[in-house]
């Protein structure tokens, strides 16, 4: 089945700096991507979705970079502040079912003023 | 529309006991998810109801763990004899039809001691 790598799992960068999360997957008819964020005790809130047809998708503060030959996905996250420190995880939506999402480990995001 | 609704956000029970945890997806979506996170394994899909019918359960370990829709308003996972290793954040998710975004609540913090 599908399976997503998530690096790193651990990130420190200082305010103002921009951050990189990459994610990259085996199933190359994987279709729909997605960005969680998830603050400590909180639930995933959903960041991005993106879909196979698109490339470059931009957000808040964010751009969301998908290369379907290399298959992999990154989150960048430009000019970071405190506020954006928590957990990411990309995820995958598995082709074989159309419903499940298959997730990546993880990063934890560290921005320090 | 108050998001998916999880309760209890909390429970702690002896080894051996059974834990029942319940979600109230959003209203209108046809579609209803589990998972599970913890910190060695990170997030596990478990389970997948489509229209209150099971349509997934290739997450779901084969014994102990068992989950029900009995109407479009909530589902519950229940887990029989509960041992240690099940301790983790049990996340429910809902989505409408289609290849839509899942909403995840806030999620069931289980500890079995």
């Known amino acids: 089945g599908e399976q997503v790598e998530q690096r790193p799992p651990h990130l420190s960068v200082r305010e103002g700096d921009s951050a990189v999360i990459t994610c990259t997957y085996t199933?190359?008819?994987?279709?729909?991507f997605f960005w969680y964020k998830q603050e400590p005790g909180a639930s995933l809130q959903l960041l991005m979705k993106v879909f196979s047809s698109t490339e470059i998708n931009e957000g808040q503060g964010f751009t969301v970079l998908l290369n379907k030959k290399d298959k992999r996905l990154s989150l960048n996250l430009t000019a970071a502040h405190p506020g954006d420190s928590a957990a990411y995880f990309c995820a995958v939506s598995a082709p074989s079912s159309f419903s499940k999402l298959v997730f990546g480990q993880g990063t934890s995001l560290s921005v320090v003023p | 529309n108050a998001g998916v609704i999880q309760t209890p956000r909390h429970k702690v029970t002896g080894k051996g006991q059974e834990a029942t945890l319940w979600c109230e997806p959003i209203?209108?979506?046809?579609?209803v998810f589990w998972y599970r996170q913890t910190i060695v394994q990170g997030l596990e899909f478990l389970t997948y109801?489509?229209?209150?019918?099971?349509?997934?359960d290739s997450g779901m370990p084969k014994e102990r763990f068992s989950a029900q829709m009995p109407n479009q308003s909530h589902s519950t996972l229940k887990i029989q004899s509960t041992q240690p290793q099940d301790s983790a954040v049990y996340l429910c998710?809902?989505?409408?039809?289609?290849?839509?975004?899942?909403?995840f609540g806030p999620g069931t913090r289980l500890l079995v001691l």
């Open positions: 998710a809902s989505r409408t039809g289609g290849q839509d975004t899942q909403y």
């Open positions: 109801f489509r229209n209150q019918a099971p349509i997934d």
């Open positions: 209203s209108g979506h046809s579609a």
């Open positions: 199933d190359p008819n994987s279709y729909y």
